[in-house]
């Protein structure tokens, strides 16, 4: 049985992954911070396909909690084929709305945690020949829309940097740009996401699908949907001071709260 390592494992696209894995075959390490629901998670997925379940309660807005999961990455004899960077989350208002603090934990667990993990579990891959790191960045790296997005950007690139890089080593990666995702996500950062049409909404176990059916076709972005792909392409194209205030006028649903993003 080979081992899969999960960030935000409880919830959202990262209990979609685990699922998705665990039906596959693969042992999992389900990475979060609630402890409780970490146990209650890894328990409904044992019980449900007979697979090897680990829990490690981290917090990966800290040093130590990084740690933690770069040492059970790099662990000998204990080897993992699969990382999923997906702990992720969104602050609630725009640049100067959200405090500085706020935004520094979001570049540690959407950059630096997604760096040093990625460092971790790398080398072992390469050294067996096989493995992926899937990270996950969404529709948004594509935005000029603040420090989320912009971390966003960061996940797309350092990713297709290290595929380029590893070409031929048989370790594949994976930037996953998910649009908008009936997750927890947007409730947890407060932000009100009823004034989005039904049609924006993706599937968490479906955007999952998706990602794992682009990996195996060789692509290093994924970005599920055909609605999503148009809107990246046209994001592309368009010169971001005027995608900006588009973005910004489509993006902000709801007017009292500014910087809905996912
Ligand atoms: N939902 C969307 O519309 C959307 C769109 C594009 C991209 N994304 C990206 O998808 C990823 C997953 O988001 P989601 O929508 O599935 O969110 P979610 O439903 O809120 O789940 C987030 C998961 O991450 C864990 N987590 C949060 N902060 C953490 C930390 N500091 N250390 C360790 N674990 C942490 C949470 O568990 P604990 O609270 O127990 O730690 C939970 O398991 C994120 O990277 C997000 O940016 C989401």
Redesign the pocket.
Known sequence: MTTSVV??????????FARRLASDGHGLVL????AE??ERSAADLRERYGVEVEVLA?????DA?IAAVEERLSAPGRPVDVLVN?????NRGAFLDAPVEDEL?MLK??CE?VLRLTTAAVPGMRERRRGFVVN?????AYLPRGT?AAS?AWAVRFTEGVASELRGSGVRFLA???????????A?AGMDSSGLPPWAW?D?DEVVAAALRDLARGRTVSVPSARYKVAVSLARHVPPALFGAAAGRAGRFDPKLRGTR?
């Open positions: 960030t935000g494992a409880t919830a959202g696209l990262g209990a979609a990475v979060a911070r609630d629901r970490l981290a917090d990966l807005a800290t909690g997906n702990a992720g989350f969104g934990r667990v959407h945690a996950v960045a969404s529709v948004a989320y966003k996953l740009c998910p649009g908008f995702v009936r997750t927890e996500f947007h947890r993706l968490a996912g």
